[in-house]
T-cell receptor, first 114, second 113 residues
Framework: LAKTTQPISMDSYEGQEVNITCSHN???????ITWYQQFPSQGPRFIIQ???TKVTNEVASLFIPADRKSSTLSLPRVSLSDTAVYYC???????????????FGSGTQLTVLP | EAQVTQNPRYLITVTGKKLTVTCSQN?????MSWYRQDPGLGLRQIYY???????DKGDVPEGYKVSRKEKRNFPLILESPSPNQTSLYFC????????????FGQGTRLTVV
C-alpha cells in the first residue's frame, strides 16, 4: 500500500473553499485515490474517489495531476458542519471498496470557524 | 436504506466478562471488517472476512474473535476483556463488483474496568 502524507490540521472560515493536499509518491499504476470523512465518534464516510485528472460529485472535487504523486480534495464553501477529519487512502479500487485493510493514517483535522 | 448496524453503541463492562458486539449489513457485501480507534493511533484493523466462513487477522487481532456464519452478520467477540481493549470500535462492509466505497457502522464505545 502506498504511503500517504497529509497536513495534520487546517483551519478555515465558513464560506471559503478548502483544499487538502495528499502526497503519495509511491502510488502504483493500479491504485486509486479515495477520500473519507470522519466526524467525532462516528464511522468514516466515503467522499470521493478518482484515478486521474478531475472528479466532481455533489460534495467535493478531487484533482489529480498527471504524475499522480499527489492529489487535492477541494471542498467548496465549507460550513461549520464540515469540521471533521479527512483521510486520504491509496490502493486498488477493490481495496477501497472492500473494507479490507483500509489504512487510514492520521488524516487532516479540518476546523471550520464562524 | 443501505446501512451497517452495530450494537450496542455504548458498553461498560468488567475485566474478564465475555461480551459480543454485533454487526449487521443489508447490502449483501462480501467483505466485512472490524476496526478499533484510539487517540493518537488512528484506525487499526482487528479482523476481516472475505465471505461466509472466511476470516483473517488484521493488524491487532490479539484478544478478539470473530465469526461469519451468515453473509450479513459479523460479530466481534471478546472472550476475556481487559482494560487495554477500552476503545471505539467500528464495523465496516464493502466489496463486490463495482463497489468502490466501504460503509462503516456508527461505532461502539467500549469501556472495560
Amino acid at each position: 500500500l502506498a504511503k500517504t502524507t497529509q497536513p495534520i490540521s487546517m483551519d478555515s472560515y465558513e464560506g471559503q473553499e478548502v483544499n487538502i493536499t495528499c502526497s503519495h509518491n509511491n502510488i502504483a499504476t493500479n491504485d486509486y485515490i479515495t477520500w473519507y470523512q470522519q466526524f467525532p465518534s462516528q464511522g468514516p464516510r466515503f467522499i470521493i474517489q478518482g484515478y486521474k485528472t478531475k472528479v466532481t460529485n455533489e460534495v467535493a472535487s478531487l484533482f489529480i495531476p498527471a504524475d499522480r504523486k499527489s492529489s487535492t480534495l477541494s471542498l467548496p464553501r465549507v460550513s461549520l458542519s464540515d469540521t471533521a477529519v479527512y483521510y486520504c487512502l491509496v490502493g486498488d479500487k477493490r481495496m477501497a471498496g472492500s473494507a479490507r485493510q483500509l489504512t487510514f493514517g492520521s488524516g487532516t483535522q479540518l476546523t471550520v470557524l464562524p | 436504506e443501505a446501512q451497517v448496524t452495530q450494537n450496542p453503541r455504548y458498553l461498560i463492562t468488567v475485566t474478564g466478562k465475555k461480551l459480543t458486539v454485533t454487526c449487521s449489513q443489508n447490502m449483501n457485501h462480501e467483505y466485512m471488517s472490524w476496526y478499533r480507534q484510539d487517540p493518537g493511533l488512528g484506525l487499526r484493523q482487528i479482523y476481516y472476512s472475505m465471505n461466509v466462513e472466511v476470516t483473517d487477522k488484521g493488524d491487532v487481532p490479539e484478544g478478539y474473535k470473530v465469526s461469519r456464519k451468515e453473509k450479513r452478520n459479523f460479530p466481534l467477540i471478546l472472550e476475556s476483556p481487559s482494560p487495554n481493549q477500552t476503545s471505539l470500535y467500528f464495523c465496516a462492509s464493502g466489496g463486490g463488483t463495482g463497489v468502490t466505497e466501504a460503509f462503516f457502522g456508527q461505532g461502539t464505545r467500549l469501556t472495560v474496568v
